[in-house]
């Protein structure tokens, strides 16, 4: 743990760690300004009779109705309402309305800022409509799907009390207009005042709802946008879900599997939350309908940190970061199935301070990998940070301390969008650095490290096809020995790195010269040796072993200023009469030329030797 936590607060690190939680500070505080904000301002400009009745409707004993006009397509209705919270929970209908008309002081102005904490309670709301369109029908939309039980009440014609019922407890296909949010068509198309009361039960989740009233012109065409950005949303998943068990399949890589089972959760608690799957999935089943979100937004939280352990896990491996992700998920995977059987106060707080726990352990597993330098990390984070971060104000609005909005039921699903695509990126990149690690360490067993040119193994093989074929046809074919005669000095010089970069500059001069058809090699550190294949002459072999000199004298700036390559080369004409004596196979030649270029003297050894022409 304590090299964890050196590793978050280095140096290196610690700038971008204060400057991520200064900006997640502002976001999530701008989002809270937005929230409570957004309802405020939600209403549609009215003309000014409406906004002075408006203005005065809190003065006034007797409400003010809200006047649906000719003009009029949507009006918000909370400035409009009074609300009573009933503790006692069995306060029926007529004794409130009783009490309201005798002046009792039950009922209070209502505001959008209102987040009534309701568990074990009842909400009342009150408010008046007059519809002055008689042709006009209204459609009443409360804007949240997380919620238990809602009723609408209001006289008829003939002084009746009618009902209306939505909410979680009831099957979506009971309820008065099948929709994703609690909706009502209003009785209000009498020219008189018809007043209306809202009897509202939650449990746990604090209730803020903003209710609207629309033309139903106007709520179709709401609707249809709404289908199509959430169609759109539902898409988007699906696709990325796809591709993830696709490059599952055709890859195998347990990356993929885990995002597969994450993008699961994740869009099943998308289209909860926007009430979709309670809509068309199970619209038959109140439970489901109830508990779902919460059991799903759990599920959510518990996959997210271990999924990102598993894709930086190969830059980073800490066994008490690992524990704690197993712990975390462990509490949250209790929580879902608690949510499912048994929901109580204790497991839903636990659920918000899992979710918001997971938050920060994303950020914790990835700010210790960052510390490596790998630029998965930094795609990864990116990623994952709109999700993150919508998760602040659901938390924020989950307890009561922001009211339900637009922004509150939206952040997640456009967080998703964003998150998916960079997410795909993200695996993507590190799938293919993995492939392409892969792919060098199988090569090492043919290739040379360093250089990527063939390795001794490899090349023997290829130079015994060569004598074969040089003994059959009758012809003579080359071996040109290269030495770096300064690797030493590079190396004590400058160091090991550019004595590396002395290396790789010898192989690629050495293969600007040969043919397509010829074979480099570099048996040891600084020891190259060529292949010539075909019918070789010693005029072509002095030619070749004169542009290798000269090339290694070519100006470069990849060499500290001054040094050059020096290369001593020994060029053979195979076989010779004395290389046969040490047999015929490729790994005697090669031995015999190295023999014999090594037995003389390094003081007298020429730049560009010949043996056998």
């Given amino acids: 743990m304590r090299k964890l936590t050196l590793g978050i607060f280095d140096s290196r690190n610690l700038r ?25 301002k939600s209403q549609p400009q009215q003309p000014q009779e409406l906004a002075t009745l408006a203005s005065s409707a809190l003065s006034q004993r007797n409400m003010t109705p ?9 009006i918000d209705l909370t400035p409009y309402a009074e609300y009573w919270i009933d503790d006692s929970k069995t306060t029926s209908l007529e004794t409130v309305q009783a009490r309201a008309t005798a002046g009792v002081g039950l009922f209070k102005a209502s505001k959008a800022t209102d987040a009534h904490k309701i568990n074990g309670k009842v909400l009342w709301l009150r408010f008046d409509v007059k519809s002055n369109d008689l042709s006009a029908r ?11 039980d809602v009723k609408l009440f209001w006289r008829n014609t003939n002084g009746q009390w009618m009902s209306l019922k939505a909410g979680d407890i009831v099957p979506r296909e009971q309820w008065p207009l099948p929709t994703r949010l609690p909706a009502f068509a209003l009785q209000a198309g009498n020219n008189d005042v018809v007043q209306h009361y809202l009897r509202v039960e939650n449990a746990r989740v604090p209730v803020s709802l903003p209710m609207h009233v629309y033309r139903d ?47 699961v959760a994740l869009g099943l608690y998308n289209l909860t939350s926007t009430g979709l799957t309670p809509l068309y999935w199970w619209n038959e089943s109140p439970l489901l309908a109830d508990r779902m979100n919460y059991a799903l937004a759990a599920l959510t939280a518990a996959l997210g940190p271990w999924l990102v352990n598993l894709i930086v896990q190969p830059v980073v491996r800490v066994r008490t970061m690992n524990t704690i992700i197993a712990i975390q998920a462990v509490m949250m995977i209790f929580c879902t199935a608690a949510e499912i059987v048994w929901p109580t106060k204790a497991s839903y707080a636990l ?18 990998a960052w510390q490596r330098g790998e630029a998965i990390t930094r795609w990864v984070a990116l990623s994952f940070a709109p999700v993150a971060l919508s998760a602040l104000p659901l938390i924020l ?8 909005s637009l922004l509150t039921q939206s952040v997640v699903s456009i967080a998703t969008a964003i998150e998916l695509p960079l997410l795909m ?3 993507l990149t590190r799938s293919n650095m993995r492939r392409e690690g892969l792919a060098r360490a199988s090569g090492l067993r043919r290739k040379d490290a360093l250089t990527g040119l063939p390795n001794t193994y490899s090349f023997l093989e290829q130079m015994q096809g060569v004598i074969t074929r040089s003994t059959r046809f009758k012809h003579a074919y080359g071996l040109i020995l290269v030495e770096l005669a300064n690797h030493d000095w590079f190396a004590k010089e400058h160091g090991r790195e550019m004595a ?4 790789l500059l010898t192989s690629t001069r050495l293969q600007q010269q040969v043919r397509d058809v010829d074979t480099v090699c570099r048996f040891d550190e600084s020891n190259f040796v060529i292949l010539v294949e075909g019918a070789c002459t010693p005029r072509q072999l002095a030619k070749l072993a004169a542009g290798i000199s000269a090339g290694g004298h070519a100006p470069t700036e990849i060499l500290p200023v001054g040094a050059s390559l020096r290369l001593s080369i020994c060029c053979a004409l195979m076989p010779t009469e004395s290389s046969q004596t040490m047999g015929e196979d490729a790994n005697a030649q090669l031995g015999w030329l190295i023999a014999t270029a090594e037995a003389e003297p390094i003081d007298q050894r020429k730049l560009i030797r010949s043996l056998g022409f």
């Avoid at 209204?138 to 238990?148: K, M, N």
């Avoid at 918000?352 to 210790?368: E, F, H, K, T």
């Avoid at 590396?500 to 290396?503: F, H, L, Q, S």
């Fill in 16 to 40: 971008w760690l204060l400057k991520t939680g200064w900006w997640l500070a502002v976001f999530a505080f701008c989002l809270s300004l937005t929230s409570i904000s957004s309802q405020a």
């Fill in 66 to 74: 809200a006047i649906l006009g000719a003009h009029i397509q949507s």
């Fill in 138 to 148: 209204w459609i009443l939309e409360l804007g949240s799907p997380l919620v238990d």
């Fill in 217 to 263: 012109s106007e709520y179709l065409e709401g609707l249809q946008v709404e289908n199509m950005l959430l169609g759109a949303l539902a898409g988007l998943i699906g696709l990325m879900l796809l591709c993830c068990v696709w490059v599952a399949i055709w890859r195998r890589e347990q990356a993929f599997i885990a995002c597969s089972v994450y993008l």
């Fill in 351 to 368: 659920l918000n301070l899992g979710v918001l726990m997971s938050v920060v352990l994303v950020y914790a597993v990835i700010s210790a």
């Fill in 397 to 404: 609005r989950n307890f009561g301390l922001i009211p339900n």
């Fill in 425 to 427: 990126y993200a695996l």
């Fill in 500 to 503: 590396d970069r002395a290396v």
